[in-house]
């Protein structure tokens, strides 16, 4: 019963959060599925870590899931498969969090594209050993009070993480923003200060200048610094509740199938924090509504 309870909650916070998304896309379209109904079914099933087959199977199968949504019929996995190939990046992108917040912190991780890992591949199987590792790196912010994700970048990897550090908190609005070392240059410090209007807690590498704002050095408060601990926490949750791999094969496919991992976790993560909420544990002023 905890488990349903569960699951019907998760559909419930995914409507809501799909209802900014236009219902269809053209007024030519068969209106037989709206928009609404198939993204939360692509955001269901990163939840279940299902394959498109096995998710229709469910829907199929559980009568409460499609009153829930509004399904008099299920959609043929096909149709889930054209969908998530017509979704536009910034489309899913715009479905995150972006609110005014006290902590953001920033840091990458990478997603395998493929179900056997990299160190099995080189390490132990010796027959087909790869000459490139190719990944996902994907850069998050996060609010440190309350895990959302606000903001994202994904790109091929390996790269850089420090290309990454503007595009992904130049709309974030904040107090102060964690990163680590990798992200330690002036011009990064800078955009903080000129552009955010925040406060940037970057520690210093041995071969780095201190940073000087209005005639004043900088100061490094290592309390702030250590919420950026918490980004590892969250790319931590995302790898172990909805896989560390992608299972689609193109680049752009692989980009969407991600955003949407992201956009399920804050469904979850909304959940979680309104539970906690209920029964007065969570009191951090900063909650993203």
Request: aromatic share 10%.
């Amino acid at each position: 019963m905890k488990k349903i309870s569960e699951l019907k909650r998760f559909l419930v916070s995914a409507r809501q959060l799909v209802g900014q998304l236009p219902m269809f896309n053209s007024k030519f379209s068969n209106k037989i599925y709206d928009n609404h109904q198939k993204m939360i079914i692509l955001i269901f099933k990163q939840k279940m870590r299902m394959t498109y087959r096995g998710i229709v199977k469910f829907f199929r199968f559980s009568a409460l899931a499609r009153a829930l949504i509004g399904l008099t019929r299920v959609p043929d996995h096909s149709t889930l498969v054209k969908f998530h190939k017509r979704l536009e990046a910034p489309l899913l992108d715009s479905l995150l969090c972006k609110k005014r917040v006290n902590t953001a912190a920033i840091d990458a991780s990478g997603f395998e594209t493929t179900h056997m890992s990299y160190h099995y591949a080189t390490a132990w199987n010796s027959q087909d050993k790869r000459k490139h590792r190719r990944y996902l790196k994907v850069s998050l912010a996060i609010c440190t009070d309350t895990q959302y994700i606000l903001s994202q970048k994904i790109r091929l990897g390996p790269r850089n993480d420090n290309i990454d550090f503007k595009p992904v908190m130049k709309n974030i609005n904040c107090k102060f923003v964690v990163a680590d070392k990798g992200y330690d240059s002036r011009a990064n410090r800078y955009f903080v200060l000129r552009q955010m209007k925040a406060h940037p807690h970057i520690p210093l590498r041995k071969t780095s200048g201190a940073t000087y704002h209005n005639g004043v050095k900088l100061k490094f408060d290592k309390k702030i610094y250590h919420q950026r601990s918490k980004v590892g926490t969250v790319f931590s949750v995302i790898k172990r509740k909805y896989e560390s791999f992608i299972l689609s094969k193109s680049y752009e496919s692989q980009k969407k199938e991600v955003l949407i991992r992201i956009i399920a976790y804050n469904v979850d993560r909304k959940i979680i924090l309104s539970s906690l909420i209920i029964i007065g544990i969570h009191q951090s002023p900063f909650i993203i509504q």
